[in-house]
Structure formats: structure tokens, C-alpha cells
T-cell receptor
Framework: NAGVTQTPKFRILKIGQSMTLQCTQD?????MYWYRQDPGMGLKLIYY???????DKGEVPNGYNVSRSTTEDFPLRLELAAPSQTSVYFC???????????FGPGTRLLVL | EDKVVQSPLSLVVHEGDTVTLNCSYE??????LLWYKQEKKAPTFLFML????IEKKSGRLSSILDKKELFSILNITATQTGDSAVYLC??????????FGQGTTLQVKP
């Protein structure tokens, strides 16, 4: 099992550009999550999904979109990148609830 | 609004010291409290606490939850340089989400 994989590992974006952060898990988990972590801070939930076709907003959803067409994939879309979106993004998955989340390695995003 | 607050925000100790990290919360209903260790990459799971007053132990680390006073502590005894990390506390809400504190950065000097 690869667990939770994220691509890319690092990306620099210009203001106004768009991109998709990819997240895939091979553990057949129903729950998937996207977090962002700013320097010196804890993780803040952006969006989450409790199963294919179902997504919901977390604490900081503005500026992001998600979709969940399959159990395995949960991409995060930034439409108009802003400097405030400079952060490290973690994807996670779990089965049956948030307690046993497996985290991906993270994507470091820099918006200039 | 649900809130998780950790203290101190940062801490510097020397090897062999004992440290206590605090996590207080204002969350109306939750399923469990979790502690994670983060070393420049993804968080790794340490403990899950669901019941008040029952200590969980793993080697030199231990943790306990007080649901009456709304806090949890994470103790690390005989600290080592490898314990240097950010320690995150999170609450698992009944709505299927984790609410994280801002973390405590621990630096252990040789």
C-alpha cells in the first residue's frame, strides 16, 4: 500500500494562476480531508468528504474547490491563487471517522 | 465557536528534562482528543483519549484527559534531542472533523 500520496511536492504559482493539488489513497477509506498549515500554526480544515460524491466545507474553504468522483481521489483546486494561500497543504484519509487519519507527505505552495 | 488552545507555544529544554504540554478546549461535543507529533513533515499519531482520568502511556510519553476542567496534558520524561518537534492537539468532533490547536514547538538541546 502506498497510503496517501500527494502531488506535487512543491510548486510556485503567480498571483491569479490556478492549479490542482492531487491526493490519492489506496486504503479504500471513505473519509478524506484537505488541510492547510501556515508557519507556526496548527492544521486548518479546508474541505472534507465522507464518501464519493459528498463534500463539505471546513474552517477555511474560501478560494478553494474540491470534488470527489471516486473513493481514491480528492483533488483540491485553487482557481485564482493569492499570496494568502502560501502554505503547506496536507491531504488525509480515514475509515469511519476522523480519529485514525493517515496523512500524506504534504504539498508546499508558494504564491508570488 | 469550537476552539482548541495549546500552551506554551514554544519551549526550549535540555536533554533529560521533563516537559508538560497543555491543551485546553472549548468544544461542546466531541468524540476524542488526539495528540500528534510533527517533525517537518506530516503529523504522526501519538495518543487518542476518550475517557477522563485514564492515563495513556507509550515509553517516555504519557497523556491524560480531564473532561471536567476541559484540558489534556502531554508529558515527556527524560527528553531527548529526537523529541524536538511540534506537538499538536486535536479534537474529533461529532461532525466528522478534527479541530487542531496551534501546536507547541519543543526544542530539546543536548
Amino acid at each position: 500500500n502506498a497510503g496517501v500520496t500527494q502531488t506535487p511536492k512543491f510548486r510556485i504559482l503567480k498571483i491569479g494562476q490556478s492549479m490542482t493539488l492531487q491526493c490519492t489513497q489506496d486504503m479504500n477509506h471513505n473519509y478524506m480531508y484537505w488541510y492547510r498549515q501556515d508557519p507556526g500554526m496548527g492544521l486548518k480544515l479546508i474541505y472534507y468528504s465522507v464518501g464519493a460524491g459528498i463534500t463539505d466545507k471546513g474552517e477555511v474553504p474560501n478560494g478553494y474547490n474540491v470534488s470527489r468522483s471516486t473513493t481514491e481521489d480528492f483533488p483540491l483546486r485553487l482557481e485564482l491563487a493569492a499570496p494568502s494561500q502560501t502554505s503547506v497543504y496536507f491531504c488525509a484519509s480515514s475509515y469511519g471517522g476522523p480519529e485514525t487519519q493517515y496523512f500524506g507527505p504534504g504539498t508546499r505552495l508558494l504564491v508570488l | 465557536e469550537d476552539k482548541v488552545v495549546q500552551s506554551p507555544l514554544s519551549l526550549v529544554v535540555h536533554e533529560g528534562d521533563t516537559v508538560t504540554l497543555n491543551c485546553s478546549y472549548e468544544v461542546t461535543n466531541f468524540r476524542s482528543l488526539l495528540w500528534y507529533k510533527q517533525e517537518k513533515k506530516a503529523p504522526t499519531f501519538l495518543f487518542m483519549l476518550t475517557s477522563s482520568g485514564i492515563e495513556k502511556k507509550s515509553g517516555r510519553l504519557s497523556s491524560i484527559l480531564d473532561k471536567k476542567e476541559l484540558f489534556s496534558i502531554l508529558n515527556i520524561t527524560a527528553t531527548q534531542t529526537g523529541d524536538s518537534a511540534v506537538y499538536l492537539c486535536a479534537l474529533s468532533s461529532n461532525t466528522g472533523k478534527l479541530i487542531f490547536g496551534q501546536g507547541t514547538t519543543l526544542q530539546v538541546k543536548p
